[in-house]
């Protein structure tokens, strides 16, 4: 399937190069970075990008290319727990929502659209500020803004799906309700939720960048790509210092996002007769 | 498909966007963005109408503009302009002269102050100023109980023998006296036209005084300009008041921008909006140097930066020890934080800012960090393997340094000595709370003097205020608390001079706190303006600066 997309869409394969170098960095960023991201060397503060600093150092003297590189770890593994857990947790109340119907139906909807009026940014910030600015309050807050849209999907499949002959036979035969979640319409929907996930990965990765940029991320010194932006916004003449995390953001998220996009089309008929 | 790339490339165009603005903000377009304001139409002396008007552009903090209240940092540059006292600081904070009084007398023992006012002088309304306004207003000023109001506590009475004389009786000799008349709490308020609006010197005047709303956007004094207008963070308008006894000031209007992000201010400055930028970040001011029309000047605070050790182990486990933080105050690579810092900085020996009357010379750090002899005691102490502790620091930027980067530097000083910290950023008002109350171990502050007199850094001594935010209670150096109540009351000058000397040595050796900094800001000027000259306690005596 990969082989065909990437065939197919040329975009899909540069989205995938992206997040592949990307990975491969994450892996190995603290074996190969040439400086130590924290170590503060203060009389090479804001030198421009050279050979020694390839792209230039900050208002500590601390190396930035070594930070954009360690970076990649937090931001990819941000996203990929907010997404993991997200999910997670819409599944099981999506799928128990759907399963129920009626009345409990009615009432867990409204709880998830409860979540869901208020902007997703808004709600992340007032929770993170309420919480305190960590790595893992700044999950925790994404994490509750983000499982409502897993909880929706995962609710439509399900009804979509228990309606199907093969659940009704497996009924007939007396299967408990316990096993014809799991075995008959869990493997059915979760299709899906893994195509959403991975659309929705690049946003997790924008979503958490932005409230670290807003100081609600992990607290300094962390080389969190957000605040790495933020510290060189304060410093216009000195471009590297935004610029290099910045780029690190767009094409993490871009490629991200292409991938999500080619998965989507790929298993979506409608839209791929679009293109 | 389209559609979803044309998405994803706005969204980071909002994204891009959004990192160019202010990280923390009222809307960006605060000061900028309000072309129909008269600020953008005329920019320079040549208004319209041939109106002379001075725009300055600040990231203020004021709140209000009632004397009796206000006790920001930028408070002053308003109130100055509007309000007389009895004594001013004249150029520069040496020349402490007098205001609205003609002539001083002090008695013997110190305790009896005797004015004479000036004659004929007229408020902004046109009222007479007498003797009785002089008493209302400090009275006002005291019965509010505003953050100011502890200047008065050593006045017992305030006697107006006839219009022009007042005669002041103090509890005890206090040689800052004079000092702390210069501030707005003893600012003279046109009471007739204050009691009109609802203000009141009454005993109850905290409960009862409802002229804060009309004081916040006018003022009732006899200075060279008055309040014409006040929009709460957009600007403050002053305009010039022609019954003002002194010389007439150049400029009709002075408009006071709020722009809170300091790249706007001096790209306002370098496109000819503004005539001052008040808030100039030291990486700007380099890029600034050279600039034809511009000039970047020096403003010498007296705000010192300090790193608070909680004394109470409680809060502050190991780093309650005295031991460990005096390792700390050696562990400090002071260089570095000046380089951080920009250019002009000192570094006191204890929190007595350089400048003011019997203040040490600043430290010498060329031989810092010493973090062998830190190492040695940190290990006397028992803890050679080191320890971890949280600490507290305010989000915010003071003189231009940037606390969160000041915090990270001393993060990694503190790690060569084996001391682990994890850093809490805090919202300043949040913040404030626990550093008040003595709930952190260890936090980054800063420290505005009260008054310019060191009696008012007597508060870092044991038992006393900012000494019990680090829970550095009386009992624990029962010398230096017995000081610094002596202290206070020297009049004698030698005398003074030598008691704080001996806290100051005194302090090098036990205390909770690691001096970092004594501020120097810069500012930068359209190059034409003449008497600018930064006074600490007022930012800019406004009536000074003229365009030729």
């Known amino acids: 399937m990969i082989r065909r997309l990437i065939k197919q869409n040329r975009l899909f394969a540069i989205g995938l190069t992206l997040c592949a170098i990307w990975l491969i960095i994450a892996v190995i960023a603290p074996y190969v970075v040439p400086y130590d991201p924290l170590y503060q060397d203060l009389t090479a503060r804001f030198s421009s990008p050279s050979a020694e600093h390839w792209f230039g150092t900050d208002a500590l ?103 199907n002959e093969y659940v009704e036979a497996s009924k007939s035969l007396g299967a408990s309700r316990f096993r014809i979640f799991f075995k008959e319409i869990l493997p059915n929907s979760i299709g899906s939720i893994v195509v959403l996930g991975t659309v929705d990965f690049g946003n997790a990765i924008l979503l958490f960048a932005g409230l670290s940029y807003l100081g609600l991320g992990s607290p300094p010194p962390t080389p969190e790509w957000g605040l790495m932006v933020s510290e060189g916004s304060d410093y216009f003449q000195h471009w590297w210092m935004a610029s290099f995390p910045g780029l690190g953001i767009l094409t993490m998220s871009m490629g991200a996002n292409f991938i999500g996009d080619g998965v989507r089309d790929f298993l979506d008929p409608k839209l791929r007769k679009e293109l | 498909m389209k559609k979803t790339l044309l998405l994803v490339f706005l969204l980071l165009l909002l994204f891009a966007f959004a990192a160019c603005a202010p990280a923390e903000t009222t809307p960006p377009d605060g000061g900028d963005a309000t072309p129909e304001s008269e600020g953008t139409e005329g920019t320079e002396e040549a208004t319209a109408g041939g109106e002379k008007q001075l725009i300055i552009a600040v990231n203020p903090d004021y709140e209000s503009f009632d004397p009796a209240i206000a006790y920001e940092v930028y408070g002053m540059l308003v109130l100055h302009a509007c309000y007389d006292n009895l004594f001013e600081f004249q150029d520069s904070l040496e020349n402490l002269a007098l205001g609205a009084a003609e002539s001083y007398e002090v008695s013997e023992d110190g305790m009896t102050y005797t004015f004479k006012l000036k004659e004929g002088m007229v408020f902004a309304s046109g009222n007479p100023m007498t003797s009785a306004d002089v008493k209302w207003s400090f009275e006002r000023g005291i019965n509010m109980k505003g953050n100011g109001a502890f200047m008065g506590d050593g006045i017992v009475s305030i006697e107006t023998p006839d219009d022009l004389t007042v005669v002041i009786q103090l509890s005890a000799p206090d040689p800052s006296f004079p000092t702390k008349l210069s501030y707005n709490v003893f600012s003279i308020m046109d009471s007739a036209l204050a009691t009109e609006h609802g203000a009141t010197n009454a005993e109850n005047a905290a409960e009862v005084d409802t002229a804060k709303t009309w004081l916040d956007s006018n003022s009732a004094g006899s200075g060279p300009y008055y309040i014409e207008s006040y929009t709460p963070k957009v600007e403050v308008v002053l305009a010039r008041n022609e019954n003002y006894y002194g010389e007439a000031p150049y400029y009709d209007k002075i408009s006071i921008k709020t722009v809170v992000d300091s790249n706007t201010q001096v790209m306002m400055l370098q496109a000819g909006d503004v005539d001052i930028a008040m808030n100039v970040d030291p990486e700007q001011a380099k890029s600034l140097e050279g600039v034809e029309g511009i000039e970047v000047k020096d403003a010498q605070s007296l705000t010192v930066s300090f790193l608070l050790m909680n004394r109470d182990p409680e809060v502050g486990g190991p780093v309650a020890d005295p031991t460990v933080q005096k390792a700390i105050r050696l562990a400090l690579d002071y260089p570095g934080i000046q380089t951080i810092a920009g250019p002009g900085m000192v570094t006191p020996v204890a929190p007595f800012p350089i400048g003011l009357f019997g203040s040490l010379p600043a430290m010498d750090v060329s031989e810092y960090p010493k973090t062998e002899e830190a190492l040695a005691l940190m290990e006397e102490a028992g803890y050679a393997d080191g320890f971890t502790v949280d600490f507290y620091v305010p989000t915010t930027i003071v003189a231009g340094v940037d606390f969160s980067l000041l915090s990270q530097k001393i993060q990694s000083d503190l790690n060569t000595i084996g001391i682990q910290t994890n850093i809490i950023p805090e919202d300043v008002t949040i913040s404030l709370e626990t550093y008040r109350t003595g709930k952190q171990p260890l936090g980054l502050w800063y420290w505005n003097p009260d008054y310019p007199d060191n009696n008012s850094q007597l508060a870092f001594l044991p038992g006393q205020s900012v000494g019990l935010r680090a829970n550095w209670t009386a009992d624990m150096n ?27 040595e005194m302090m090098q050796e036990d205390t909770p706190f690691a001096c970092l900094l004594q501020h120097t800001s810069q500012y930068a000027i359209d190059s034409s303006l003449q008497g600018v000259e930064y006074i600490d306690r007022y930012k800019f005596d406004l009536k000074a600066i003229s365009g030729e």
């Open chain 2, 478 to 504: 029962p010398e230096l608390a017995e000081l610094a109540i002596e202290a206070a009351s020297i009049v004698d000058e030698d005398a003074r001079e030598e008691a704080f000397a001996t806290i100051q």
């Open chain 1, 61 to 163: 003297g601390r190396d930035i290319f070594s930070r954009v590189m360690t970076g990649s770890r937090i931001s990819i593994g941000a996203g990929l727990l907010t997404i993991v857990f997200a999910a997670a947790v819409g599944v099981i109340y999506g799928g128990i929502s759907g399963y129920a119907g009626g009345l409990i139906d009615e009432l867990m909807m409204r709880g998830s659209e409860l979540v869901q009026s208020f902007p997703t940014i808004i709600l992340a910030m007032v929770i993170c500020a309420a919480l305190g600015p960590s790595l893992y309050n700044a999950l925790i807050a994404m994490v509750v803004v983000w499982w409502p849209n897993y909880a929706r999907v995962m609710r439509s499949m399900v009804i979509q799906v228990k309606s």
